[in-house]
C-alpha cells in the first residue's frame, strides 16, 4: 500500500516537472513571448564617480529578462550602478558609498532571485540563502 502511494506522488511529481519544462522550452523563463522588460536607464554612468565594485553570483538567472530584472532592482538602489551577465550569472556592481551587503542581498531577492556569493575588493563573504530568499522568477 505505501508503495502504491510513493509511486503515485512520483508521478505527480514528474507530471509537474515536465509541464514546467515544456512551459520553459516553448515560451522562456520570462515569457519571452512577451515584450522584453525595458530597462532602467542609470543618469551617471561614469565608471570616476563609483569608487566601491562588488561582484554578485547569482542563482536562477537564465535569460536576458532574468537579467534586466535584476538589474533594475539594483539599479533602482540610490548610488548604484549595475551590469548583469546572464551567461556568467553574475552582477558588477558599482557603488558610490560602500554599501552594506545586505542592501545588495534585499534588491537580487526582490527581484526573485538568490545571490549565491558576494565579493569585491579587500572583502569576499558567503551568505546562505535563508528558506524564503530561494525562489525562482516567475513572470
Do not use: W
Request: proline residues 3%; positive net charge; charged residues 25%.
Amino acid at each position: 500500500m505505501a508503495t502504491v502511494f510513493i509511486c503515485a506522488i512520483l508521478i505527480i511529481l514528474s507530471f509537474l516537472a515536465l509541464r514546467s519544462t515544456r512551459k520553459r522550452l516553448k515560451s522562456g523563463c520570462c515569457g519571452i513571448d512577451e515584450k522584453t522588460v525595458r530597462k532602467i536607464k542609470v543618469h551617471d554612468r561614469n565608471l570616476n564617480h563609483y569608487p566601491f565594485e562588488t561582484v554578485l553570483e547569482i542563482d536562477g538567472m537564465t535569460c536576458k529578462n532574468c537579467a534586466i530584472h535584476i538589474e533594475n532592482k539594483l539599479n533602482s538602489v540610490p548610488g548604484v550602478y549595475a551590469k548583469v551577465n546572464p551567461d556568467k550569472r553574475e552582477a558588477v556592481v558599482h557603488m558610490q558609498q560602500n554599501l552594506l551587503e545586505d542592501v545588495l542581498f534585499d534588491a537580487v531577492s526582490a527581484a526573485g532571485y538568490t545571490v549565491m556569493k558576494i565579493s569585491g575588493k579587500n572583502q569576499t563573504a558567503e551568505r546562505i540563502p535563508h528558506n524564503n530568499s530561494v525562489q525562482s522568477h516567475k513572470v
